[in-house]
């Protein structure tokens, strides 16, 4: 059964860090590039940053850029999403997703298989 298990929200003061983990399972993990998106209630979902199949590659959206880093782990089929200086508006859910397109898309459209998502709340 494929599977894609977010981990690692939470809540976190402004300026604060968070590692969020994707955990894969039920598909050839290293055959598909994975993005992390979010999603506010009554916005669209935005992509995060996206990374290669061999983790060589990575995307990342402007908004996050210098404070987000993604990396993965194909030995443990896990992906990462390390957040630092966290601001009030990345408060979101957060989802992982795998595309196997070999374009390093922000674009949700591309994805085709997807976590359940994780809560990031960042408040003083």
């Known amino acids: 059964q494929l599977q894609l298990v977010e981990s690692g929200g939470g809540l976190v003061q402004p300026g604060g860090s968070l590692r969020l983990s994707c955990a894969a399972s039920?598909?050839?993990?290293?055959?598909?590039?994975i993005g992390w998106f979010r999603q506010v209630p009554g916005r669209e979902r935005e992509g995060v940053s996206c990374i290669s199949r061999s983790g060589s590659g990575m995307n990342i959206a402007d908004s996050v850029k210098g404070r987000f880093t993604i990396s993965r782990d194909n030995a443990k089929n896990t992906v990462y999403l390390q957040m630092n200086s966290l601001k009030l508006e990345d408060t979101a859910i957060y989802y992982c997703?795998?595309?196997?397109?070999?374009?390093?898309?922000?674009?949700?459209?591309?994805?085709?298989?997807w976590g359940q998502g994780t809560q990031v709340t960042v408040s003083s």
């Open positions: 997703a795998a595309t196997s397109s070999l374009l390093l898309q922000l674009d949700p459209k591309w994805y085709v298989y």
């Open positions: 039920g598909f050839t993990f290293h055959d598909y590039a």
